[in-house]
Every structure is written in C-alpha cells, then in structure tokens.
C-alpha cells in the first residue's frame, strides 16, 4: 500500500511595510512582478541548497516547470510547478536491506536523506492574492522550510516588503464546499465509549470499534443532514458546546458525548473529510493517495500530481470567488 499522499493549499500576499497595505502581486514599486522573484528564488536553489543552521534541514529545488499562464474569468494566472527536496542531517544511523538484513550504507551526521515533495504557486495578474499549493507525504511537509527560505530570499530582494503565506480562510471554503459539494455523512467520534452506544441516537445506526473510539455515522436519510447543513451554513466558525448548538439539536442525541464532529462532502466526485469541531486549524487538505500515480520509488509521478494540483487551483479559485473557465 502506497504512504499517503496530500496536497495543502494556502494564499499568498505581499504587505507594503510603510503602510501597511496589501499590494497588487505584479506590481511591486509599480512595475517588480512578485513573479520573478519566485522564478529567481527557484533558480537560486536550483544551484545552492539552504541548511547551515541551527535546524539543520537542507533544502533545495530539484526542478521546476517554467510559468503557465491560465485565464480565470477576466483574470490571468501564471502558475509555476516543480519539486522541493528536503531532509534533516546532523545523527548517524544504518540504511539496512529489507531481505537478508544487510546494512548496505552507514550515513554520517552530515549527510541526509532528501526526500521530493510537490509544490505549485499561482500568481495572478492585477490582483493582491495567490494561492501556494504544497504536498505532504505521510506524517512529513514543507510549509514551515518553503516559507521561511522564501521569506528569506523575498527580504534580501525586496525589504521594503512583507510576504505572507497563510491559510485559506477556511470558515469562506467550507461555505462554498457547502453550497456547491454534496453532504454524504456526519460523523460524531468519542474517544470515550458511552455507556450504552445504541442508546445514543435515536435516528440513525451506529458503529464502533472499542479498542479505537465510539463513532455515530449518519447517512443522507429523512433530511438530517440536510438539516444540518442549513443549520451551520450561517454559524461560522462552528465551535463545539456553543449555545444552541445545532449539532447536537437537530439529532437529538442524548447520551454521546462527542469529541469531534466531521462531515464528508462529495465535490466533482472526490470527497473530503472537514473537522467542524476545528475549523481554526483547518486547510482545504485533500489526500490523493488514491488518485495519484506512483513511481517504483514509491513517490508521486511529476505530470499526475501536476494535473490533480491543477484542478485543485480550479476549485480553489472558485471558492475564492472567482468563476474558474480553465481547460485543463
């Protein structure tokens, strides 16, 4: 079984420091290109790799497709893609062959594994937002080294100004994935069993696994979660316990105590998991696992997880608000 694979996704802007104001992406000092400071950040380490601290992780670009410009609406897109690689060093251990227990290389605390991780950067034209869409392999990701060796490289090009890489504001993508996906189950989870579990809801059957957690599933039946929906879609951010809470009332449950509460949603036949109980911590993740091809070397192919990233953006674009006319 392949190692799970996820793509994250995040905006991108650049504040003015002397005013504090966001500024238009292609036109830093009225005519720089936020741009080509990306292109010149990616050929910078291209040749050089970024790692003598105290963190001691390297990084470095291991390739990367030059821009690709896509309309949205009346708004053009330049979309850069290519692969980051990026590993610890500074411990000793034994690379060991699987079949006949064999250490086959005995690395050095200066030497580390590098491992390929996918990225894309959307840069519009006219406009003070982007997007950044960045991928995780099982438990590992490159937000934090991505960002902090761009900011680096944007503060020794332009110092003037300010680059920000946050999260998509997630209570405005779990309205529009609302509106537009299609709910297929609600999912209350304890980590604590109740007493009685087939007590605990009165419209619905259950599941559970009394090693793990306590689970209620709810499927699309007699209008629940329709109900529910409704219910939430102006109650954003959702916080767990509030008063009236409408997950809680719309199903009468009585003797679960919840953890958390996810809802699955169905869009362009792909489906997400959102933990409403925290949606401060939440990003428009989705894993591909299931979607992406795979190489021997166990790690995505390049022109795959491209095209999924791609209609990713799509998504996101709409759910920011603009109409999305791409042909992929």
Known sequence: MPACVSLSSYTLRVKEKS??????????NEEDD???IFTSFFDHFLANVAGEDESKKLFRIHRYQPARSIEIESTEYRLISGIVKTGSYGYESDIVNKNGNIITHHRTSEEAELLPFYF??????????GIVILQSFKQYGIKKIFTENFENYFKSERAEYKIEINDLIPE???TELLERGSVTKL?????????????AVDTEDHEEDPNLKAELILSEKK???SGVVNSIKGRLPYKKGQN?????KLIEITSFEYDTVKI?????GKYRNIDLCDLGNIRPTMNITGDVVFLNSGHPEFDSINQIAIDLFKELASGLGIESGISA
Request: glycine share 2%; hydrophobic share 40%; net charge negative.
């Open 223 to 225: 209008g629940i979660i």
């Open 264 to 268: 699955e949603v169905r869009v362009n």
């Open 19 to 28: 005013t504090n104001k966001y500024i238009i992406l292609d036109q830093l």
């Open 244 to 248: 009236d809470d409408p997950l809680k």
């Open 34 to 36: 936020t741009l080509e």
């Open 172 to 174: 405005k993508l779990l």
């Open 187 to 199: 999912r209350y989870i304890s980590f604590k069993q109740p007493v009685d579990l087939a007590d």
């Open 120 to 129: 894309l950067v959307a840069i519009p034209r006219n406009k003070d937002e």
